[in-house]
């Protein structure tokens, strides 16, 4: 089952399966969102940032107030009105963040496009040759 994600211009579609994330240094095994949103301690401070942000932003715009005790995580992540709050609350902590060194996207992007340029380059050299033997020939 796939559900729309709030993040519609960074993510389009997140499988609804995906309920458990890794935080690196939370001692609790199972990490779900509702752990890692709601409960975890080490992003205590942080959660307290993002409630407050949430409940200030949800109380200005039309629609239900949100708040951290009768609010699902679901609904979190499917209004609007809270994703820069969550997008911030990404932004101040260490989740989804792999355990190996950071890897500069910009640069794994050019490298990638970088090869493919003279792949192509490559094939379409290969390609020239094999005219000019073809028309040498004849």
């Given at each position: 089952m796939i559900m729309r994600s709030f993040f519609s211009g960074l993510v389009t579609?997140?499988?609804?399966?995906?309920r458990s994330v890794l935080v690196l240094g939370c001692q609790y095994?199972?990490?779900?969102?509702?752990h890692l949103f709601k409960n975890c301690p080490q992003w205590r401070s942080q959660q307290k940032t993002l409630w407050a942000t949430i409940l200030m932003e949800t109380r200005?715009?039309?629609?239900?107030?949100r708040?951290?005790?009768r609010t699902s995580i679901a609904?979190?992540?499917?209004?609007?009105?809270c994703s820069q709050a969550v997008l911030q609350f990404f932004a101040t902590t260490d989740v989804g963040r792999t355990s190996g060194p950071p890897v500069a996207e910009d640069?794994?992007?050019?490298?990638?496009?970088?090869?493919?340029?003279?792949?192509?380059?490559?094939a379409e050299r290969a390609w020239e040759r094999r005219e000019e033997e073809r028309l040498g020939a004849v």
């Open positions: 579609m997140v499988p609804c399966s995906s095994k199972i990490q779900t969102r509702e200005k715009l039309p629609g239900p107030t708040r951290r005790d609904e979190l992540l499917a209004d609007e009105r640069d794994e992007d050019a490298a990638s496009e970088a090869s493919e340029w003279e792949a192509r380059d490559q």
